[in-house]
């Protein structure tokens, strides 16, 4: 009995061996485990300006931002597009940065990079100032550069940009143009220079420019900051705009119009827009300024009305009777 105990424990231990040497055989230790299972694959990294045709892994702690671009995907190092102290590779920065679906919060970043340098750096104003001759008015870097040079408190900063607004008033080009309004509509300051005020009359009444220019310069100025005699002119110009302007461009000029007009002018103008040859949703537009009070109810613009409100083939005929109402009441 002892014998076969015994054979039995034998035979047992030779089992349990031979299957820890068939183990051990089968499966690698961890020293021979592939890369790819230990996090050191040999892959190339892409490089952070690079394109790889590889597709990118983004791991929780990788900065960069990945672009999907002419099918590549295009890795953009944050470190690389802040870290710089250049004024004109930051504005580069953030016009590349514009083509990021998710680069809004990069942008602001180097934003606020710009406006600490420009602090602590105001020796390099003028060569910020000149940079925003490198960017069409629309473009992000343009209006970001404009923004952080109007809002830091470095001397001569606003000035400076006024003296560019006027370098660009006296240039023909369409986009020059777009910039003189753009730097005098987003001045923090009134608009009260002699030269900016007599560069804006000049704009207005000579330059051949795109009309919504024209309005947006006229909104800038204000009567009693122009020469009477200029101010005439204004009127004059404002006025054969409007006859040879279809009916929403006229719309769109009337009040600018009467608001140059002096007031015993505007009757008289008023009556003359009121003509049947002008369109009828333009007439209304004329009498909604007498309704308002802008254009004075003179015995010759009731005249007018009363015209207007016993003809009754003409469209405005009950629009004229309410008006004439309406001013009656107002005398009264």
Not at 251 to 276: C, D, G, N, V, W
Request: a negative charge; glycine letters at 2%; charged letters at 15%.
């Amino acid at each position: 009995m002892l014998k076969v105990t015994a054979m039995l424990l034998l035979f047992s231990t030779i089992c349990i061996t031979a299957w820890y040497q068939f183990a051990d055989s089968t499966y690698p230790t961890t020293s021979q485990l592939p890369e790819v299972i230990t996090g050191t694959t040999n892959q190339p990294e892409a490089t952070s300006l690079g394109l790889n045709d590889t597709n990118l892994q983004t791991h929780p702690d990788d900065t960069s931002l990945t672009l999907l671009n002419d099918n590549k995907t295009s890795k953009v190092s944050t470190a690389h597009k802040l870290e710089t102290s250049d004024i004109g590779a930051m504005l580069a920065n953030i016009e590349d940065l514009t083509a990021l679906d998710n680069g809004g919060p990069l942008i602001a970043s180097q934003f606020d990079l710009l406006k600490n340098f420009l602090l602590d750096h105001p020796e390099d104003l003028s060569n910020a100032i000149a940079q925003l001759d490198d960017y069409p008015v629309d473009s992000v870097a343009f209006k970001l550069l404009v923004s952080a040079l109007q809002t830091i408190p470095v001397e001569g900063a606003e000035q400076a940009l006024i003296e560019l607004a006027k370098h660009y008033g006296m240039q023909s080009d369409l986009q020059s143009q777009r910039k003189f309004i753009t730097l005098l509509t987003s001045s923090p300051s009134n608009i009260e220079s002699d030269e900016i005020v007599q560069s804006l009359v000049d704009f207005t009444l000579y330059a051949q420019t795109d009309l919504n220019l024209k309005l947006e310069a006229l909104d800038l100025l204000y009567p009693l900051t122009i020469r009477p005699s200029e101010q005439g002119l204004l009127v004059i110009q404002l006025h054969n705009m409007i006859t040879a302007a279809n009916s929403y461009e006229a719309k769109t000029l009337l009040p600018h119009l009467m608001h140059f007009a002096l007031e015993e002018q505007r009757s008289a103008i008023a009556i003359s827009l009121l003509s049947y040859d002008n369109e009828e949703t333009f007439r209304i537009a004329v009498l909604e300024n007498v309704n308002a009070g802008i254009v004075p109810a003179t015995d010759s613009m009731k005249d007018m009305l009363l015209d207007i409100a016993n003809n009754i083939n003409d469209p405005l005929s009950s629009a004229a009777q309410n008006t004439l109402s309406q001013t009656v009441e107002m005398n009264n």
